[in-house]
């Protein structure tokens, strides 16, 4: 159980305030996100971009994405970049291999993130020709919750099936993410011993952000009790048979900062973190509100953008404001992460230290 922050975490705290703005000044692209469509073969209840099986917005076309990292590469050390493909549900495209293999021959890497419904022992040696380095998969709770959440039956077995395949890689960095809502927190020491026998190295859990069509679904958000005991959960289970267990990026936790991830919570988008979205547009996580969108490569090229754009992001002065205004976690969380900004109304529409402090434990 954690409570309050000492004199040795807040000291700690203050250094690495003067890393993250230093970090902020050089900006040094480490991630790339590719929304490479908005199409998708799921219809789940949480999906933060309410991506549709037929988007209106069409795939951007390979070569237009290629073309724009044909134009960064010389502005960026390709052992420090990692291309990740996103979506919508990336294996509806069916050139990614080609895609996959013209970074690699531009001394990129590159990985995925999938929710495995398409995932075949064919696509999964293709993949891995092409040179995918790094993949993602949601594992949201037992059978019965995963299906609920993921809104399909068949989706639990898919990803079983896909996990098998990805496991016995040697050279695959993978790990599994599992979306924490009301519904499946109490099966999470279940969930811990399934994914251990079933030889999963890396575990990743998260809160669901109330955005898309997760804002209006009251199971989604958890309970501050529910949250202190993730946090609790995570901390107790960091390493469990070898099995690296750890709480996502998407917040600052109070007494929890650094015992529930490596590290302290550093919000980098926009600072190591870009994205192109499907229609062109340049952001940093695409989860973030699209009011913020920085530019199009349709009309610069995203190493211009992301030089001379994205001080929204790099300066976070901005979110004194609101709840955040007399906080005094501020000069250390910065706004917490920007994807739970509702910008139009300059509000942040989750707090993960004002959930600890409705369960008494700050």
């Not at 040795?8 to 929304?35: D, G, P, V």
């Not at 994405?65 to 069916?94: A, H, S, Y």
């Not at 199009?296 to 709840?323: A, L, V």
């Not at 976690?329 to 600890?356: A, I, P, S, T």
Request: hydrophobic share 35%.
């Amino acid at each position: 159980m954690q409570k309050g922050l000492g004199l040795r975490k807040r000291f700690l705290l203050n250094i690495y305030n003067k890393f993250i703005s230093n970090e902020a000044k050089i900006h040094e692209l480490r991630y790339l996100f590719w929304e490479c469509t908005l199409r998708c073969n799921l219809n789940c209840l949480h999906c933060g971009s309410d991506c549709l099986t037929d988007s209106h917005i069409p795939d951007m076309p390979a070569e237009v994405f290629l073309e724009q990292m044909r134009k960064l590469r010389p502005f960026i050390d390709p052992e420090k970049l990692t291309i990740v493909i996103t979506g919508g549900e990336p294996l509806l495209r069916n050139d990614l291999e080609e895609i996959g293999m013209e970074l690699r021959k531009m001394g990129l890497r590159w990985g995925m993130v999938s929710n495995a419904l398409a995932y075949t022992p064919e696509r999964h040696r293709k993949l891995m020709s092409a040179g995918m380095g790094s993949l993602t998969f949601s594992f949201d709770g037992l059978k019965e919750s995963h299906n609920w959440l993921r809104n399909n039956q068949r989706s639990y077995d898919k990803l079983v099936e896909a996990l098998s395949l990805v496991t016995a890689e040697k050279y695959l960095n993978y790990d599994l993410v599992t979306c924490v809502n009301q519904r499946n927190i109490e099966e999470l020491p279940a969930l811990r011993d399934l994914l251990s026998g079933l030889n999963v190295k890396a575990w990743r859990l998260f809160t669901i952000a109330p955005i898309g069509r997760a804002a209006d679904n009251k199971l989604m958000k958890l309970k501050p009790e529910q949250f202190t005991y993730l946090m609790d959960f995570i901390a107790e289970n960091r390493n469990y048979q070898g099995m690296k267990v750890s709480f996502s990026c998407e917040g600052f936790t109070g007494p929890y900062e650094g015992v529930v991830r490596d590290g302290f919570f550093f919000c980098r988008a926009g600072i190591h973190i870009g994205s192109i979205l499907a229609d062109g547009s340049v952001s940093s996580c695409p989860n973030i509100d699209r009011s913020i969108v920085q530019g199009s490569i349709y009309e610069r090229d995203f190493q211009e953008i992301w030089k001379n754009g994205f001080d929204i992001m790099r300066n976070r002065e901005w979110t004194k404001t609101g709840e955040c205004k007399d906080c005094d976690m501020h000069k250390w969380c910065h706004g917490n992460g920007l994807h739970l900004w509702d910008l139009e109304k300059k509000e942040l529409q989750f707090c993960h230290y004002r959930q600890l402090k409705g369960a008494n434990r700050v």
